[in-house]
């Protein structure tokens, strides 16, 4: 819940949003850290940390979206 917070405190802070992935992805909420690895990118499309990390969690998730990961793989 604390770093899902931060996105409220800065709405337009990538980082912000990778933290939220990060927690959602130790929770084994791997759709959802997807969903705020792409909200990252959408900020700091020039990063390739959320693209990174998008692919990770794709390799983590039980149903793995073919979308997520080509989206991933065309932006590294």
């Known amino acids: 819940?604390?770093?899902t917070s931060?996105?409220?405190?800065?709405p337009a802070?990538?980082?912000a949003y990778l933290k939220a992935a990060q927690a959602e992805a130790?929770?084994?909420n791997h759709a959802q850290a997807i969903r705020f690895c792409k909200r990252a990118a959408e900020f700091a499309p020039?990063?390739?940390v959320a693209y990174a990390n998008?692919?990770?969690y794709a390799e983590r998730a039980d149903d793995v979206?073919?979308?997520?990961?080509m989206w991933?793989?065309?932006n590294l």
């Open 54 to 56: 998008t692919l990770a």
């Open 1 to 3: 819940r604390t770093a």
């Open 13 to 15: 802070d990538p980082k």
């Open 72 to 74: 991933a793989a065309n």
């Open 6 to 10: 931060a996105i409220d405190l800065s």
């Open 46 to 48: 020039d990063e390739p």
């Open 65 to 69: 979206r073919t979308d997520a990961v």
């Open 26 to 28: 130790d929770l084994k």
